[in-house]
């Protein structure tokens, strides 16, 4: 089997393995005070400290969530309750439309229940929005709730400059929610130094748990709750800590972000093989997203896994189901809930047309993939865009 | 074979599948998502490709271990078959969009992708017996589905495959029972899948609006009612015509002009009919020589009934009913079939009728 869907998940460390089972065998609610509770709580409070060490944090600003989707919400509902609260001419939201729907959706759940204005970031062709733009939709910002931009884009891998972005926010005094499920362990991410307001993470893209995630928040950053009850973390977020997902996710942060230089190095040339294996090898294909050398703020500017590509004249869907019987596992994008593929929203915000959309294909590398995985897909990638595409031509 | 099944998510299609990889195929499993409107859920027994529907196939297809896919057809769905189905009646024609879904959509768009795909062939729940290109009915008559099979060519059954035409329902439900699938115990679907609710009159007056005209009565050549759209009718009818009549004995409905939107209806004795015209026939083997003695049925779960059958205008057939029918609807399918009580009647062809004598 051939695993090229790191994006959607990646396999579990087995550090991370031996953390969570050792801490699954043990007794004890972090906020209970007997001897087991404190025990539990010192686990809790450890991972804690050291993800907001890896991550340029202080510890209380880490908030520990149930993943990626729910800190999402947390801070784009939270943050747009908590300023319109504050002042009621607060309620426009500027957001990228390449988003994850974890933010989309809570934008749009804003708008039609809550009284929010969305208005829509422009998106450069490579997916990044920059700086300029922000400044232009900010205007003077006192109308303005919060920004969401994310670092790094989960189907074409772009990166945008955040500690500018955040900057912009800032000169207006708006504060900034950051979406980096993609970009932690890929690319260099410092909270404290980005300056931005609020930034998502989630366990499992890293080697960690599914149903684990965190909010950063600043701790000048006023949210209201979305979960209320116990008020665990800072009454922000309320329910028993998962004290074995949190040492996972902790451990499998830590490690990614120590590891991260030389295998984004290696993961790099992967990718670069396998595009240009692929282009060789198959007519007619494009490239979605900056180009693999890109470079921003003198980081990447291109997840060094992510490799998004069109195939003229074939369908996406068709694509994933001759390469998964072929034993390559990939992805199309986004799926909805009966599992009918739609255009992808992000190549749609890139400017691609519905045609280019439906016939793309993502392939993103992790810390297990090796030079066997690009081999798999480049023994295979040519027939099956050609029987996709003979199959493509009879619809209508 | 490599086979793609299609799976509805009812019993029927999870069987089929079942079977298929159990017979040691390379199968796939495919959910045909055929509602422009995704979220219809399920109420009832009722409806088809809603969400709930796609959970339960993908839910078979993992329990099976084979890989598992849905398909958007709905735009060809749409125009293939609601069109055409609210076209027809417009027309003062009954189509029967099982047939046509079969006809366009199963074994023309679904097919035809799964043999560019590299498929062999699909696989279906269908309840008929086909062995040697051959279409049959299915073992269990009220379970048949070679009415709205029949209008399937040589060439589209070349990649058919339906495992439980020798089979009944009960033994669908067992097979499922006993590999412990969930749909073993799931309510059949009865109604048009795109009208979840059951109310064909109401989803054709939300397409196409009032449009009143006379109701007629034959006998007397008097207008006895009006009505509020033609299409909320069908040929043979008797029930809900919304008319009183002089005398207490029944009425039906002998026929729809749509241009000045005129509902005839008439005793029992205007309604049979004794001859069928019908449009260029479609065949499921070779071409039968003419003139031809078969066995015709008429509509969906009618009862076939002998004819003679020879060239009719326009390339199409004239058949001899050996008895009056009543309800001879224009626009559905007149099925020829060979008897055999043996292996199961022949499906010979069949079509469309156009008009009755
Ligand atoms: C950019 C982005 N945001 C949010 C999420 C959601 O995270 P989770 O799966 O932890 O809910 C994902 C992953 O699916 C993602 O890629």
Redesign the interface.
Known sequence: MTYLDHAATTPVLPEVLAAMTEQLGRVGNPSSLHASGRAARRVAEQSRERLAEALGARPSEVLFTGGGTESDNLAVKGLFWARRDADSRRRRIVVSPAEHHAVIDSVEWLAKHDGADITWLPVEPTGRITPDALRAALGDGSDVALVSVMWANNEIGTVSDLPALAAVAHEVGVPLHTDAVQAVGQVPVDFGASGVDALTMTGHKLGGPMGAGVLLLRRDAECVPLLHGGGQERDVRSGTLDVAAIVGLQVAATTAVRTRVPRAARLAALRDRLVAGVMAQVPDVQLNGPPLDDVVAGGPGRLPGNAHLSFAGAEG??L???L??RGVECSTGSA??????RPSHVLLAVGADTDRARSSLRFTLGSPSTDADVDAVLDVIAPVVE??R??GL??R | MRLLAAMSGGVDSAVAAALAVEAGHDVTGVHLALSPDRQVLRSGARGCCSVEDAHDARRVADELGIPFYVWDLAERFTEDVVDDFVAEYAAGRTPNPCLRCNEKIKFAAVLDRALALGFDAVVTGHHARLADGALRRSVDAAKDQSYVLAVLTADQLAGAVFPLGSMTKETVRALAAERGLAVATKADSHDICFIPDGDTRGFLARRLGAQPGPVVDAATGATVGEHSGAYGFTVGQRRGLGVAVGDSRPRYVLGIEPVSRTVTIGPAELAGVGEVRTAPPTWTGPVPELPLTARVQLRAHGTAVPCEVTAGDGGGLRLVLGTEQRGVAPGQSAVLYAPDAERGDLVLGQGTVLGTA
């Open positions: 869907d068709a994933l189901m001759l998964d019987a909805c809930s009966a599992g009918v593929a029987r996709a003979r199959a009879g619809r």
